[in-house]
């Protein structure tokens, strides 16, 4: 399968910081990416579908201008989260895919821990 | 209802049984479906698509149900690395755009 990157596989911040969070596909170039998050012991959650050279769409509940999302290139999109609390503390995982009907080949993931 | 469903499990077999995950869908108009596998604090790794035709790859052997909204996993011969979270993602047509749905996974454990 395809392969996919993310940046960084951890982070701890402070309450207030902003962390960003790199999706990069490496072998092949992804019109679509998407954001989840996840937390234990529950299912994936989309956060927002990112095409390349257009705005977000994120799913409904989700804050835009507290998750902001860039998809710059066909192979790199990133995730802002502003202002960090500690209920953003999760598992935020990107995934990438030729388009939205095909199947999306996942990032690392990276786990976000804000003190 | 939610829109994707899935038996949580677990699922507990000795090596070599075959094991079956359902996995139902509540919108008749979904475009496509896969399953994934997402073992414990990893990102899901995509198993295999699911075609109307029903496909299968060597042990594994998914299919689809559109009549009855439901698409499923054979597991034949199971192994121990088979042990894992199995999630069923269906997509479905949204504004120009196709918008994937998780279950929220089956989990199987196979024992010695």
């Known amino acids: 399968g395809a392969v996919v990157s993310q940046h960084p596989s951890w982070v701890i911040c402070k309450s207030g910081t902003s962390v960003k969070i790199e999706c990069r596909s490496l072998?092949?170039?992804?019109?679509?990416m998407f954001w989840y998050r996840q937390f234990p012991k529950q299912s994936l959650m989309l956060m927002a579908t990112?095409?390349?050279?257009?705005?977000?769409?994120?799913e409904q509940g989700v804050e835009k201008d507290k998750f902001l999302i860039n998809h710059a290139s066909l192979t790199l999109s990133t995730l802002t989260v502003t202002s960090a609390h500690p209920e953003d503390s999760s598992f935020y995982i990107c995934?990438?895919?030729?388009?939205?009907?095909?199947?999306?080949?996942f990032g690392p993931g990276t786990r976000l821990t804000v003190l | 209802r939610k829109e994707v469903e899935q038996d949580p499990g677990p699922f507990n077999v000795p090596e070599g049984a075959t094991v079956a995950f359902n996995c139902t869908y509540s919108?008749?108009?979904?475009?496509?479906f896969f399953w994934y596998r997402q073992d414990c604090r990893k990102e899901p790794k995509l198993l295999m698509s699911?075609?109307?035709s029903g496909n299968e790859d060597g042990r594994f052997t998914a299919q689809l149900n559109r009549a009855s909204q439901y698409i499923s996993l054979l597991i034949r011969d199971s192994k121990l690395s088979d042990s894992a979270t199995y999630l069923c993602?269906?997509?479905?047509?949204?504004?120009?755009?196709?918008?994937?749905?998780f279950g929220r996974g089956t989990s199987l454990i196979v024992h010695p």
């Open positions: 995934s990438a895919a030729y388009s939205s009907y095909n199947e999306q080949f």
């Open positions: 072998d092949f170039q992804a019109t679509t």
């Open positions: 990112s095409n390349e050279g257009s705005k977000a769409t994120y």
């Open positions: 919108n008749s108009a979904s475009q496509s």
């Open positions: 699911v075609y109307s």
């Open positions: 993602v269906v997509t479905l047509a949204s504004g120009g755009s196709y918008i994937p749905t």
